[in-house]
C-alpha cells in the first residue's frame, strides 16, 4: 500500500518561511517524480514545484519561483519543499503528489497523493 505523508505545516507570517516534508512509503519501483501541489478555500488545486528522480529536473509554478525550493532524499524516500518569503496568497493545503512516469506539471499525471499539510501565512 503505497502512502504519502506530508508534514511541516503550520502558521507562519508574511515574509517568513517554512519547509515541508513528505515521507514515502509502500512504492518498490525506482525512478519516480515527485510533485508538491496546493489548494486554497474556493478554488482549485494547482501546481506548485516538481522534481525529478535524480533532483537534476525542477519545475516551478511562476508564483513560487525563486522562493520555493523542492528538494528530495531518495535514500529517505522523502520529498521536501523549502518555502522563504511566504505570502498571505500561499496560504493553502499542501499536497505531495507521486509520478510513476517522468516529472510532469499537471495533476493528472500523479498517481499517488497525500492527505494534504495546512499552512497558514498572516499578513
Known amino acids: 500500500q503505497v502512502q504519502l505523508v506530508e508534514s511541516g505545516g503550520g502558521l507562519a507570517q508574511s515574509g517568513g518561511s517554512l519547509k515541508l516534508s513528505c515521507v514515502i512509503s509502500g512504492f518498490t519501483l525506482d525512478y519516480y517524480a515527485l510533485a508538491w501541489f496546493r489548494q486554497a478555500p474556493g478554488k482549485e488545486r494547482e501546481f506548485v514545484a516538481a522534481v525529478s528522480w535524480s533532483g537534476g529536473t525542477t519545475y516551478y509554478a511562476g508564483a513560487v519561483k525563486g522562493r520555493f525550493t523542492v528538494s528530495r532524499d531518495n535514500a529517505k524516500n522523502m520529498v521536501y519543499l523549502q518555502m522563504n518569503s511566504l505570502k498571505p496568497e500561499d496560504t493553502a493545503v499542501y499536497y505531495c503528489?507521486?509520478?510513476?512516469?517522468?516529472?510532469?506539471?499537471?495533476?493528472?499525471?500523479?498517481?499517488?497523493w497525500g492527505q494534504g499539510t495546512q499552512v497558514t501565512v498572516s499578513s
Open positions: 503528489a507521486l509520478n510513476t512516469f517522468a516529472v510532469a506539471t499537471t495533476e493528472d499525471d500523479y498517481d499517488y
